[in-house]
Structures are given as structure tokens and as C-alpha cells.
């Protein structure tokens, strides 16, 4: 509890005792109203203050004007009708601000458990410097820097381990509680905490690029994109609170004069009793609390499970997700390849790996760094120049001054060359030098562990087709999708047919269904972008991707995107729960004050109590870890 709240609790109970007192005891006269109008102001006079700043800058429709309205509307009758009894304009003020207390205790211990969720900044690097250690801020760390990470620290920057070995804890990052082993030539993400040995890195990203800098950043930021519930409720409360005032004024009003025309007698001071009563009851606390915040605890739950979601607006559309669209390299499958063959040799087999390598050594693709490890070689880039990739086929280039081409069967179609058919299974590199097929070499990807269970979960969660778009060749593609389940696939694409495939999935959807494209290269990005979800894989995903998605998984797993899409589905069922409870309870409120029925002191006990199981239903949504 902080000390705002802390003071709030003093006032409360300073007003509750008061208020007893004036009850129990025999004090009458000028000093049990002095008395009561000091426990109202006790307990009231923040509430009045805001209110007056409302009118002030012309703002007046928002739960301080009702309240206050009220409140002084129940102490003027009381000394108009000259009854003494300001109990219920104090007890008013008394639920109002204990709901309100409660509240922020609510709001404060959802932000808390996610600021430590993401207290993963680290305070410090520790630079390596003429043999020395040097504590600096990480901002100041620059590229290619070593740093050592002792046991118990936080890795600070991204980098590549250069020696030692360890475990890594990566639950802030990702939810998983298993530790993660890492040694020399294995990347390390920011945010991780140290627990065994002692690691040197060198840094590859500067500390604003960084994994950590990201999350925080993506967190941040969510709040600002906001749902169509949390949209609706804000058009519905800049409607709905004029609407009630109005319409108190009209029930202060209409009956008496109703009344004294019909000759029965106006009675005022009932009928604007219950004026001040509808006004109270009419507040929408309960909706503009409960809403925004299932959303922020949604955001934060699925942020404790590694699952980033960028804004409010994106959980609420995953929650609608019926078609999911998968690359396959890096997001079903590891993306890492191995040589596993070179078939029909003109020349030696080495020699046909090293002018692979060679002509592939300016390429970032996981194939062409396969075939630089097979070539097993430091790659010499003087020895290639004339470089020329040509997108969904291969590459060419001059080795040695011989012209070398390595691709696929299109570059070599392209080229007027026949290339035999390869029976066995996997990625084949065709390579021709000089103008001549020299040889394929097969290269082969790996299925991540947990694919095929998560697309599984995914049919399970209500998702009705699952899609796989690849640029492999038709029979690779084709089976890994069995392998692994997946329902349609579409093979040998371009960056370009990826997006025109989705373009075409989204045109035969339902209107209220939601297409997922889900992917992690630079060349994902457009598609990730034309999706109505794109999600990113972020621990090895290329930072274009995570820009254009609007989802990120921080293990890459794809098992996360089953559990994103059933957090969403949870989050917006609570949003709806609280809707209609408390649109529910509020026109029945109403309805009852009109009708005489609901006294102040009922009518804002059940207001506040409808605010109260609306917030702590709302903070249900932090609580995804079993879904």
C-alpha cells in the first residue's frame, strides 16, 4: 500500500468513527452539524475539489460531479426539511471513496506484479578493458565490446559467447522455468539471468536495439493502442453520463409538476431525493475501471507467459483467430540446416562445397551459412566478386574468376541447364560452374520439438485451417506439413506469392473471422504487416519482423501461439462478463430509484459493490500460466 492509499485508509476511518459518534452519542444542535459536515468534508473533500476542476474547464459528466451533485443535493434537503440526518450524503462519500480505495489497491498490485515481471533492465555492464572489468551504463556499451557476466547478474546486452559456459534463467523473458545451458558460439539475449559460470560476450546489438530495451519498449507502449471494447465504453460514457443527468433533472422535475397540476400535491423533496439517488447510481466506475484494466492484466499475463502483445486493439482481435498462415524455416522448424549430401559429383565433392560457400558468403540465410559450416573453412570473400542474388531462386557469382551459379531448379532452368531430380528429402542447392552442372548438394532442416503439438493446440483452441507457405521445393514442403499436420501448403514462393496467398486466404474468410500469419525473416515482414495478426518470433526473428508483427514470442516457440490466442479468449470473456454485469445491475438500479424503491445509501453500497467484483474479476486475466 502506498502512502496516498495509506492516507486515503486514515481518512476513511477517521470518517467511519466519526460518524459512529454522532450515532451513538447525544450531541445535537449547531455542533452535530458542524460535526457531520466535518466528516463529510473529511471524507469528501478531494472529490469535491475535482469536481469543481471539472466544471471549471467545462468537463462536468464524470463521477465526481455526480457524486458531488448528490452528496451536497442530500445535505441541503436535510436542512431544508430540517430532519438533522446527514448520515447518508457521509456514507455516500464513505462506500464511494472505500470502493475507491479498494480499486486503486487492485489497479496498483496488477502493475506491480507486472513492473517485476519486467524489472529485467539491468543496471550495468561489466566491460573488459586492458585486462580490467569496468562498470558502465549498458548505454554506453558499444558493438563488438566483451563484457563478462558474473553468476547472479543480468546479461545486459545481446551478444555471442566467447568463452566460459553456464545456465541461463530466461523466465523473465519467456515464462519457461527450465534454465537454459550455454557455451562459447551460442547467442545470449539481454534480460537472462546468469546462474553458474562465469561468461565473456561480445556484444552484436547496442543497448537501445537489445532484447530488453525491446520488451520494455513493446510493454510500455501497449496501453496506447486501444480494443473496440475499451473504444466503445469510452463513446458509451461520453453519451451515457449527459443522458442520466439529463434525465435526473427530468425525475426532479416532471412528477411534482405532474403532480401539482393533477392537484395531489408536488412533493419536491421526494422526488429530488430520488434525482440525487439516480445520479449517484448512474456513475459508469464500474465499466471505465474494469475494462481497461482485464486488458492491461491480459497484456501483463501474457507478457509473463513470454507472449508480447503490442496493444490492447491485438489481443482482442487474436481472440477472433480461426486462420493461422506458418512459414516454415525458423517458426515450424529450427531453421537450422545441415549438409547432409552432395549427389552426382562431376567434380570433387569438396570442391563443389567450396564454391557453394563461396558464392553464398554474402548471404545471411540459414542455408548459406550450412553450407560455409560444411565447407568447414575460413571464407576467403576476396577470392568472389559480381555477386548477384536473385530472389527465390539462388545466386551467382565470379569465384576465382570462374562464373559460379547456386540455387534451386529455377536458376538453373533459368540458365538452360537440366538438373536431375534428387530423390531424397530437404532443401536442394544446385550448383553449375563455369556454365556447367557440377552437382547438388542436400541440405537438410530440423522440426522444432513442440510443432507438431502446437498445431494441435491450435485446432483445439478453435482455430479451423492451418496453412504452411514456403519457398522450398513442393515435395520438402510437403512433408514437413504431414509431418506435422498442417492442413494446406503452398510451396516455392516468393516473398511477393507470400503475401498474394494471404491476400487470397483473406478474401475467403468469414467477416469476423482473423487470419495470423506467423513468421520471423526480414522477408516475413510485408506479410506480417498485410495480416490482421502478424506474430513474430523474437528470440532469433530479424528485428524487421518484430517491427511489423503485432504479436511477439520471446522463445520462439510455437507452442505460445495456441496459449496467446486462449489468454485473449480469456481476457475478452472477463471484458464481456463485466459489461453485462454491470449494465445489468445498473439499470435495474435505476429502474429501482425511479420507482421509490432503492434508498442512497443502497443504491451506492450496490454500486460500489458492483465496481468491486468488477475489478476483481478483471484481475483474473493475470492468471494464464495453466491455460
Sequence with gaps: MNKKQKIMLCRIAATAVLLLALNLLPITGAVRIILYLAAYLTIGYDILRKAGKGIAKRRMFDENFLMAVATVGAIALAIIDKSGDFNEAVLVMLFYQIGELFQGYAVGKSRRSISALMDIRPDYANVECDGQLKKVDPDEVAVGSVIVVQPGE??????????????????????????????AGDE???????MTGVLRVRTTREFGESTVAKILELVENSTSRKS???????????????AVCYSALALAVLPPVVRLILGMGAQWSEWIYRALTFLIVSCPCALVISIPLS????IGGASKEGVLVKGS???????????VVFDKTGTLTQGVFEVSGVHHPQIAKEKILEYAALAECASSHPISKSLQKAYGKEVDRSRVSDIEEIGGEGVKAVVDGVPVAAGNGKLMRRMGLEAPECRSVGTIVHVAVDGSYVGHI???DIEKP??????????????TKTVMLTGDARRVAEQVAGDLGVDEVHSELLPGDKVDEVEKLLARKGKKEVLAFVGDGVNDAPV?????????????????????????????????????????????????????????????????????????GAAIFADVGVMVLAVLNAIRALRVHNL
Design 188 to 194: 545470449v539475449i539481454s534480460g537472462c539471468i546468469n
Design 528 to 600: 506480417l504487416s498485410r495480416a490482421d495478426i502478424g506474430i513474430a518470433m523474437g528470440a532469433m526473428g530479424s528485428d524487421a519482423a518484430i517491427e511489423a508483427a503485432d504479436v511477439v514470442l520471446m522463445d520462439d516457440d510455437p507452442l505460445k501461439i495456441a496459449k496467446a490466442i486462449r489468454i485473449s479468449r480469456k481476457c475478452i470473456g472477463i471484458v464481456y462478463q463485466n459489461i453485462t454485469f454491470a449494465l445489468v445491475v445498473k439499470f435495474t438500479c435505476l429502474l429501482l430509484t425511479a420507482l421509490g424503491y432503492a434508498k442512497m
Design 154 to 183: 543480468k546479461v545486459p546486452i545481446d551478444g555471442e559467447v566467447i568463452s566460459g559456459q553456464s545456465s541461463l534463467n530466461t523466465s523473465a523473458l519467456t515464462g519457461e522455468s527450465l534454465p537454459r545451458d550455454v557455451h
Design 295 to 298: 486488458f492491461f492484466a491480459g
Design 228 to 242: 473496440r471494447s475499451e473504444q466503445f465504453i469510452s463513446r458509451f460514457a461520453r453519451v451515457y453520463t449527459p
Design 442 to 444: 542436400v541440405i537438410s
Design 313 to 323: 486493439n491485438y489481443l482482442e482481435e487474436l481472440s477472433r483467430t480461426k486462420t
Design 450 to 463: 513442440t510443432a507438431k503439438e502446437a498445431i494441435e493446440k491450435l485446432k483445439k483452441s478453435g482455430v
